[in-house]
């Protein structure tokens, strides 16, 4: 299964999060879920230089990415 790099996520505001604003200091103040599935999505990689910041599923869901995408898609436009 090819892994999708989840930028965005929605907070428990439901507020739509991108990656670049979560920041080491900021990582453990909010919960982020999943705008594909709603599973609790965690922040990986942030600060590091080597690989790219991106969200994860905190447990192995059946998430489906063109969901995800799609419905991302819907929420950048508007
Ligand atoms: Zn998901």
Same mark, same amino acid.
Not at 29 to 45: D, E, F, N
Not at 60 to 72: I, N, P, R, W
């Given at each position: 299964m090819a892994e999708i790099k989840y930028q965005y996520a929605y907070d428990e505001s439901k507020n739509?999060?991108?990656i !670049?604003?979560?920041? !080491?200091?900021?990582r453990n103040?909010?919960?982020?879920?999943?705008? %594909?599935? %709603?599973?609790?999505?965690?922040?990986?990689?942030i600060g590091s230089q080597y690989r790219r910041p991106h969200f994860y599923h !905190?447990?192995?869901?059946?998430?489906?990415?063109?969901?995800?995408?799609?419905?991302?898609a819907k929420k950048l436009i508007k």
């Open positions: 739509l999060v991108s !670049k604003d979560i920041t !080491k200091e900021n103040q909010h919960q982020y879920i999943c705008i %594909g599935c %709603g599973s609790p999505l965690l922040p990986r990689a !905190k447990e192995l869901v059946d998430c489906s990415g063109e969901t995800y995408l799609h419905k991302l």
